[in-house]
């Protein structure tokens, strides 16, 4: 049995939580705000620069303005972040119970619904509105208020189509001729229920909050806490990183504690704010910045965490680290519930001892929280010690992060490649000519097509594709050389390969099939003009035409011309395939363009004779030179003898018209030895070679000179 590494084992146990609906909702939620969290922690550390300089700068430029904008900013977002969850939640919620809506997902209703839940047991109070929990400190009401309401909500609408709760027949019997206000009517009452749900539950939480002294329970804690003790300082971290993960806003805890000024050497060190900031979460909740150096190290060319390590990196150096919180996210992500929980625990631990045994001078400034980690060691002991202390546990940090960032990375390797192989099925389903778009789809296809397409665009602003062809033998039947047709080729790094019918199907639903079209034929006849100056013979290539660029490029046949003059084209020596259907359906401005081909010397091949319907005598018309059989005319030629009739009856249509055929996807010794007796001359299969990079294909051609 194979052994399973420890990065495999700690995949797997996340992995079964990630793929639970649930999990799969938050973190698609949490995803949608990296804009907001990351322009709010940006705003928010530039408006707290710990360097009196710049922040004095920072405050009169144009009079004060530069400051309210960045207050602007951060108002815009962070303060209301909670409002942007809960929409987020409710989006991905509907999403993931399609089942529940009779047609398209509506995504008003449970957003609006799940929103007045949330005023109603948390901005309500007292006759008026108070929003001082939509900010960060309100996430985790919003997670708890979006999950809940809509799961009442849905459970309602479920109860309602099927006639459990009775539907107002008076009022929905005279709108049929407007099914989506009927359908609107049909939510009033599952609304309306969840609605007094929530009423009911703020009466209950009201009453029971009034019951319990909650002021009582602040002042125990506040003892507690102030103990001082190592067992104590344990259960703090643990309580509060608990707190935090699950998206609550834990400095509430730590605020309850004096800074170094205000307890004026009559608090134990280890009761102060600034040991819990600065030694224990250093970088704040879950000690993340351990989290940033881990994601910087494995991070790989095509990991989006790479990237998004790079854009938290200014927020998280003065401990702001919504961005990788919430946005990367880690709240509520079963892969980083352990090292969040004990980076904190083994950091506050080391410092607990350092400070215990007297190898860091005691903490004796009150430091900003937003001073970067190791200045802020500095400044709080006034020694390069505390520095020192720092640089350690950020240390240690990073290698508790390092094993299940790796898993991570794995576990979202493989739902990559599970995404793209889906969506390649799909697009393979579909076919090449469909009208039909995967980019639009709110499924794993449309992820994958998405996350493809952000990759080509990447590579086209490098200015490069990341394509390469490769060259098919076509073979008389002992397998001398005639010709060859270049084929479209993508060897993604992590994903494999990537078939030619995906590259095409996702270019053209860019709008990028011209793109593509011209890159395939210079390539094609840059590499003809290589190894014609080699002096070798048979030269002469197919090229795929694709049916888009017919109709996109204005300028192809300007382009054709210019390549051929450029790479010196003989008359013969190129043709371009196009397939039967676009011929048969050719309006007269294709026409012309076939024509003006001709013109050029390059000859116009029919690809996959035999996959629609078509007539020889009617494609002979456009002056086409070469016909190719399709595989799926010879694939049980051996034993068919209806296919063996039809290929006798093309090859004698093809001769009697002069038609170059040739027959593709020839695999076997004994369809090669058939076909031969039919009559065709020319083949084209992995009996005979597979497609070869360029080397490679001029090797094969060097056997037979």
């Known amino acids: 049995m194979a052994r399973v590494s420890f990065i495999e084992g700690l995949g797997g146990i996340a992995a079964r939580f990630a793929e639970r609906k649930l999990v799969r909702t938050l973190n698609t939620a949490f995803v949608r705000l990296i804009p907001f969290i990351t322009i709010g922690a940006i705003a928010l550390a530039i408006l707290n620069l710990p360097i009196p300089i710049l922040h004095n700068f920072i405050s009169q430029v144009f009079d004060g303005a530069l400051v309210n904008l960045v207050q602007i900013l951060i108002d815009s977002t962070l303060t209301v972040i909670a409002l942007a969850a809960l929409t987020s939640v409710s989006m991905s919620y509907t999403l993931e119970n399609r089942d529940v809506w ?24 007292d006759s008026h509105l108070d929003f001082i929990n939509v900010g960060t400190n ?42 989506l206000v009927q359908v609107y009517f049909a939510h009033i009452l599952p609304v309306a229920l969840t609605l007094i749900s929530f009423v009911l539950i703020r009466a209950t939480s009201s009453f029971i909050a009034t019951a319990a002294d909650l002021g009582r329970f602040y002042d125990l804690i506040t003892s ?33 504690l004096p800074s170094a000024s205000q ?17 224990g979460l250093v970088g704040g909740s879950g000690a993340t910045i351990g989290l940033l150096l881990a994601l910087a190290i494995v991070g790989k060319k095509w990991y989006w965490g790479r990237s998004f390590a790079r854009v938290s990196v200014f927020p998280v150096l003065f401990n702001i680290n919504e961005p990788l919180l919430y946005g990367f996210p880690v709240i509520l992500n079963p892969f980083y519930v352990v090292p969040f929980i004990i980076a904190p625990l083994v950091s506050a631990t080391i410092s607990f001892l350092a400070f215990q ?3 860091v001078p005691l903490i004796v400034n009150t430091v900003d929280w937003t001073t970067p980690p190791l200045l802020s060691g500095y400044l709080a002991t006034g020694s390069l010690a505390g520095t020192a202390l720092q640089a350690v546990c950020i240390a240690i940090s990073a290698l508790l992060y390092y094993p299940f960032v790796r898993a991570h990375h794995v576990y979202e390797q493989q739902q990559r490649v599970i995404r793209f192989q889906l969506m390649q099925a799909e697009i393979a389903r579909m076919g090449i000519g469909s009208t039909a778009t995967v980019f639009e789809r709110q499924d794993a296809v449309g992820q994958a097509a998405r996350e493809i397409a952000v990759q080509i665009k990447q590579y086209i602003r490098m200015n490069r594709l990341p394509f390469y062809m490769v060259y098919q033998p076509k073979t008389d039947r002992q397998g001398r050389t005639v010709g060859s047709e270049a084929l479209l080729r993508w060897q993604e790094p992590e994903l494999g390969a990537v078939s030619p019918i995906t590259i095409v199907g996702l270019m053209n639903e860019m709008g990028l099939a011209s793109l593509l079209g011209r890159w395939v034929i210079e390539y094609a006849l840059r590499d003809l003009a290589e190894m014609r100056t080699s002096h070798l013979s048979n030269m002469r290539m197919s090229i795929n035409l694709e049916p888009r660029q017919l109709i996109e490029d204005k300028g192809f046949v300007d382009f054709l011309r210019e390549l051929r003059d450029r790479y010196v084209v003989l008359p013969g020596e190129v043709e371009l395939e196009i397939t039967e259907n676009v011929a048969v359906n050719a309006t007269e401005e294709t026409r012309e363009i076939f024509r ?22 009617y494609i002979s018309d456009y002056g086409v030179s070469t016909v190719k059989v399709d595989r799926s005319l010879i694939e049980s030629v051996a034993t068919d003898m209806k296919q063996r009739e039809i290929v006798r009856s093309v090859v004698q249509l093809s001769e009697h018209l002069r038609i170059e055929l040739v027959v593709e996807g020839v695999e076997t010794e004994e369809q090669a030895t058939i076909l031969d007796a039919l009559g065709v001359r020319i083949f084209q299969g992995y009996n005979f070679s597979r497609p070869l990079i360029k080397e490679s294909f001029k090797a094969y051609l060097n056997q037979f000179d």
């Open 263 to 279: 307890a004026a050497g009559t608090a134990s060190l280890f009761s102060l704010r600034g040991y819990y900031l600065h030694f």
């Open 224 to 256: 507690w806490m102030q103990h001082g003790e190592l067992s104590t300082t344990i259960l703090v971290i643990l309580f509060s990183q608990i707190m935090a993960f699950t998206g609550a806003h834990n400095f509430v805890l730590f605020d309850l």
């Open 357 to 359: 045994v007297g190898l």
């Open 102 to 125: 009779e047609g398209e997902p509506n995504f008003f209703i449970p957003a609006f619904t799940s929103f007045s839940c949330f005023i109603i047991l948390f901005v309500w109070k």
């Open 138 to 179: 309100g996430i985790f009401k919003a997670i708890f208020v979006g999950l809940f309401s809509l799961k009442l909500l849905f459970t309602f609408i479920k109860l309602t189509n099927r006639g459990v709760l009775n539907r107002s027949r008076s009022i929905s019997g005279g709108l049929d001729a407007n099914l």
């Open 596 to 617: 003006a081909i001709r013109d050029m010397g390059i000859g116009l091949a029919i690809d996959d004779l035999g996959m629609g319907y078509s007539s020889l005598n």
